[in-house]
């Protein structure tokens, strides 16, 4: 019952009699075939979604499941930011389902996640994800289960302050648990959970326990080639950022090497740093209310350090330049690689100093 812009609908072409006339319903044909092909070439399909689902409703009418299947697939193609308009959407698929089969039914589940995702109410949230699991739990799988429960914790986890971040960290806890005591070393689920459990860890100074479950991703991915990229760099950048944080460059000096191995240094741009470290305002321009900025040029050096600082140019005065320098010279980089090797490189960066009024 997870979320799949394909899955929600493929069985819609001529699978119920047509309330439309013929040249309304092969229109709709076309069009959705056209948003199946731009959805498996991740193509934007969000115009097609959208005249799919207001072709439905003419085709399949306002009540029917296909037409609420629609408006999940149009929901799922815009972007996040419209949340508004998803929740509208994910709601307008809820009701129709609800209606049709019933509040706890496992039609509503896909419905009900999107409208969690979507609204900006954690109460709200929470309450949807009640029935998530409701319904996970009627099917009698605990797989299942776990996944809500997961689901759930991820929503909540970005919504939720105070009880609901508690909420949150026990559905994770409990599914979690599931994962590792059900499913092998190398399971997907099983990484994500990795992934939002250093996450909690992080925000609650655990840093030895962020650092065991991203370390277990990255010793995942050593052995499985095939696992997706940007997971593990994901995963090798986090671990960058909580041995600087501790006070273990060493061991971030592994995970810059290993990023550097996977991305190509970009001559024609500023380079990304792994850990930065935000510079000081200095305390004569706050209270002249100034403004000022710092250009740099610098050494990466071959273990990601920053070394050999210059400043090239500069606005306000020298006591944002120290500042500025003093900042980037904690800063760490995945460094160049040449032939195999890491080698020294230069890059730039500006850095603004604004005081908001």
Not at 181 to 210: C, G, H, M, W
Not at 213 to 222: A, P
Not at 306 to 315: L, R
């Amino acid at each position: 019952m997870k979320k799949s812009s394909l899955a929600l609908c493929m069985a819609l072409l001529f699978s119920q009699q047509s309330m439309a006339n013929e040249t309304t319903t092969q229109e709709f044909n076309d069009t959705y075939r056209a948003y199946v092909a731009a959805v498996k070439n991740q193509q934007d399909s969000s115009e097609l979604a959208k005249k799919a689902f207001e072709l439905g409703k003419k085709v399949y009418g306002e009540s029917a499941d296909n037409t609420a299947n629609l408006a999940i697939n149009y929901a799922n193609s815009l972007d996040k930011s419209e949340q508004e308009q998803r929740f509208e959407l994910y709601r307008t698929a809820y009701e129709i389902l609800e209606q049709n089969h019933g509040k706890l039914s496992a039609q509503v589940y896909d419905s009900l996640i999107g409208m969690a995702e979507s609204t900006p109410s954690a109460k709200r949230a929470d309450t949807y994800l009640d029935d998530v699991i409701a319904i996970a739990e009627k099917q009698n799988s605990a797989k299942l289960v776990a996944d809500a429960k997961m689901t759930a914790a991820r929503i909540l986890a970005y919504k939720g302050t105070g009880e609901r971040y508690y909420t949150a960290k026990k559905y994770l806890e409990e599914a979690d648990d599931y994962y590792q005591e059900n499913l092998p070393n190398n399971a997907v689920d099983r990484i994500s959970a990795d992934f939002l459990v250093a996450a909690f860890a992080e925000n609650q100074r655990k840093y030895s326990t962020a650092i065991e479950r991203l370390n277990h991703v990255v010793s995942v991915f050593d052995q499985e080639l095939d696992f997706d990229h940007q997971t593990e760099l994901n995963a090798h950048s986090k671990l960058v950022h909580l041995y600087e944080k501790t006070g273990k460059s060493d061991e971030a000096t592994k995970h810059c090497l290993a990023i550097a191995k996977m991305v190509p240094w970009k001559e024609s741009q500023e380079q990304e740093p792994l850990y930065r470290v935000h510079p000081k305002y200095p305390k004569s321009k706050v209270q002249r209310m100034e403004d000022g900025s710092v250009v740099m040029e610098f050494e990466v050096t071959p273990s990601g350090f920053v070394d050999n600082i210059t400043v090239v140019g500069s606005e306000g005065g020298s006591a944002f330049e120290r500042e500025a320098v003093k900042a980037v010279k904690q800063w760490r980089y995945a460094p160049k690689f040449e032939n195999g090797q890491a080698i020294a490189a230069t890059s730039r960066v500006q850095l603004d100093f604004k005081i908001n009024n």
